[in-house]
């Protein structure tokens, strides 16, 4: 039996007609066809009818509120821009890497033109896909082919699948591990056909170990980069290099996932190495693979790099064209490396510009932010910020943030605020305190950034 109070409220449910001619819709008329809207207007209404019946009794007040609020997230014209104030450059949340401004362009061009993907302007004749990537990948570092596909997951998947279904890969203990993700070593070995032969032990590994396990089904030995994790101490993991010429010499082939496509050395900004592809390449292995949007910091994309009977063998296999790089990607890959070609790539590539920041230039930042948005609830304070994307884990860069403090506010509702603010604001809290790092900030968001902090800052002061 429902009661009197149900039977009320389910009277007060709008009408299809109420619902759709409700003047909050007005800002979105020209963004949904009537048909679409009758059909949110429906299911908003059933949606609030089964909760009436099931004994709210206030949601009927709420129908014409929830079909525009259902209406607006559907017709909004981006995905929520943020301001990454965490001090996680390569923040996998976030997007990863922002690309540079003319990579940004080379896709869009890529996107709304005809191009000559396939076919070679000066003959008229059908051309090879993606021969300006390995081009330029050649010249950058060595290799003598390369060839790039949707993500550094499928770069791997394809290249075991091609060189090793069927047989076994040997690979060191303490790499054989879950990246992130989901994506775990054995697991991707199993799923393109080659058996794991694990080798070492998990901190120490000897190019021995990989010479013992060697027997007639042995297609190649694989040496993963550690990304987010390192294991620190008693360790012992042996070079590339070596483990290369041991390969070549057993007629097996040498196979590296790097991880993040590096082609310039973090230890310029004081971190630690990172294998970069040019000496992957040469300490001779026959391939490796990187992910396009970590240090590369280009768009998602999977390099694969090495010797051209190896890629070759690679590109032929089927699997190859279920991974294959939309035009845009391959525009967007094309020019991120040329601003390595350039040698602009600290000006203009956004996670360089990031990691060469000097702390005098975040603190003079910061002091224009303060000035800009007021003293006295804001201070300057030292912080750490991190590469991220699995990159040099544990390690950090020196930083400097600005703190923002309001009286009777918790650091949790101020950065609630700041993430749902326009634009969004992601900062982290430190000690109590809500900050924003200044080297994670991109060079044309200061003034979006001060106009955000200024909106929270006058909200509160308002109110209070
Ligand atoms: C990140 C990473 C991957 C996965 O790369 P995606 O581009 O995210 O698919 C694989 N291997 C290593 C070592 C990585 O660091």
């Avoid at 994309?301 to 279920?322: K, S, T």
């Avoid at 609630?416 to 982290?428: A, D, H, I, K, Y």
Wanted: with cysteine; net charge negative.
């Amino acid at each position: 039996m429902l009661t009197e109070n149900i039977h009320e409220a389910l009277r007060k449910i709008p009408s299809i007609t109420e619902l759709l001619n409700s003047d909050a819709l007005d800002p979105y008329r020209d963004q949904i066809e009537e048909g679409y809207l009758t059909t949110l207007a429906r299911e908003v209404q059933e949606q609030v009818r089964l909760e009436v019946r099931s004994g709210n009794a206030d949601a009927s007040d709420t129908a014409i509120e929830r079909l525009v609020q259902r209406v607006h997230l559907l017709v909004r014209s981006q995905s929520i821009r943020v301001i990454n104030g965490t001090g996680i450059i390569v923040h996998t949340n976030l997007g990863r890497s922002p690309v540079s401004q003319d990579t940004a362009s080379a896709m869009s061009s890529a996107a709304t033109n005809y191009l000559a993907l396939e076919i070679d302007p000066v003959t008229g004749r059908r051309g090879g896909r993606g021969q300006e990537v390995a081009d330029l990948l050649r010249l950058l570092t060595g290799c003598e082919d390369a060839l790039i596909v949707n993500n550094n997951a499928a770069a791997v998947t394809l290249t075991l699948s091609a060189l090793a279904a069927g047989r076994e890969v040997i690979v060191s203990r303490g790499e054989a591990v879950e990246i992130g993700g989901g994506f775990r070593i054995p697991d991707v070995l199993r799923q393109s056909g080659a058996h794991l032969i694990e080798v070492g032990t998990t901190n120490r590994t000897y190019t021995r170990d990989y010479e013992q396990a060697i027997d007639e089904d042995t297609a190649a030995f694989m040496k993963v980069h550690a990304s987010n994790f390192a294991i620190l101490g008693f360790t012992s993991q042996p070079d590339v290099e070596e483990l290369a010429e041991l390969a070549h010499s057993r007629g097996l082939l040498m196979i590296e996932d790097a991880g993040s496509g590096c082609l310039v050395d973090p230890r310029k900004y004081g971190l630690g190495a990172e294998p970069l592809l040019q000496d992957s390449i040469a300490a001779g292995v026959d391939v490796v693979t990187a992910s396009g949007d970590k240090l590369f910091g280009g768009p998602q994309a999977g390099l694969i790099l090495g010797r051209r009977e190896v890629i070759e063998r690679i590109r032929r296999h089927p699997l190859a064209r279920a991974v294959r790089v939309d035009k845009t990607v391959q525009a967007g890959v094309a020019a991120t490396l040329r601003h390595y070609l350039r040698g602009d790539y600290e000006e203009q590539v956004p996670i360089w510009w990031s990691m060469a920041r000097s702390v005098d230039w975040l603190e003079a930042r910061i002091s224009r932010w303060r000035a800009a948005t007021g003293d006295a609830v804001s201070d300057i304070i030292t912080t750490k910020a991190a590469v991220g994307g699995g990159a040099l884990p544990g390690q950090t860069l020196p930083s400097r943030a600005m703190t923002i403090e309001l009286a009777g506010v918790s650091p949790d509702e101020v950065a609630r605020q700041l993430r749902t603010g326009e634009p969004s604001v992601f900062p982290r809290i430190i000690d109590d305190r809500v900050a924003i790092d200044a080297r994670t900030v991109l060079p044309d968001q200061d003034a979006d950034l001060v106009s955000a902090i200024r909106r929270i800052v006058a909200q509160y002061q308002f109110t209070s």
